[in-house]
T-cell receptor, first 114, second 116 residues
């Protein structure tokens, strides 16, 4: 059973398009995250949600809009895609009160903007 | 703001030998968590080991152990009896314990090569 799943795993699209990435976790966690891994493998937090409430919104362009319909799902919608958005996007989850147990990551979505 | 530094972009070790990956961090907090994550070519991020700053005892998980030096703000990962499957990028990460929904702060990673 997959703990944190993301769809799609690969996304190739043209500049200017709008795309969404979906994430689901079945770990019973109450907090979910989106991270971006750039071409140099550097990982940076973008957003975090706790019980469907936005907690962290790092300096991310407002073309990126996360949505959490419930505790088990966190989706990422990106408008007007730009070349610089090409990266791997990871969803992760954890229990807010058990943060020391670590965050569990999905398999990542490789986004390529042409 | 906290920072995490991994000074070794790449390390190479012979199969069955021991290797140590370095990590230093900077924080003004006294209570926090530290993690090592492994990212093999499959791209999956795998939690290898975790350490709570208030615990003096170094964490161990089978062939993986850490050397946590709080005063020096150092958190190195030792891999014993290296195996081919250990080949991956390894990331050190920090999390303030008071920020339960905070994002992890990652280092830039160390690429570990295992020589057969």
């Amino acid at each position: 059973d997959t703990a944190v799943s993301q769809t799609p795993k690969y996304l190739v699209t043209q500049m200017g398009n709008d795309k969404s990435i979906k994430c689901e976790q079945n770990l019973g966690h109450d907090t979910m995250y989106w991270y971006k891994q750039d071409s140099k493998k550097f990982l940076k937090i973008m957003f975090s949600y706790n019980n469907k409430e936005l907690i962290i919104n790092e300096t991310v362009p407002n073309r990126f809009s996360p949505k959490s319909p419930d505790k088990a799902h966190l989706n990422l919608h990106i408008n007007s895609l730009e070349l610089g958005d090409s990266a791997v996007y990871f969803c992760a989850s954890s229990h807010r009160r058990l943060a020391g147990e670590g965050q569990y990551f999905g398999p990542g979505t490789r986004l390529l903007v042409l | 703001a906290q920072t995490v530094t991994q000074s070794q972009p790449e390390m190479s070790v012979q199969e069955a030998e021991t290797v140590t990956l370095s990590c230093t961090y900077d924080t003004s907090e006294s209570d926090y968590y530290l993690f090592w994550y492994k990212q093999p070519p499959s791209r999956q991020m795998i939690l290898v080991i975790r350490q709570e700053a208030y615990k003096q005892q170094n964490a161990t998980e089978n062939r993986f152990s850490v050397n946590f030096q709080k005063a020096a703000k150092s958190f190195s990962l030792k891999i014993s009896d290296s195996q081919l499957g250990d080949a991956a990028m390894y990331f050190c990460a920090y999390l303030y314990s008071g920020g339960g929904a905070d994002g992890l702060t990652f280092g830039k990673g160390t690429h570990l090569i295992i020589q057969p």
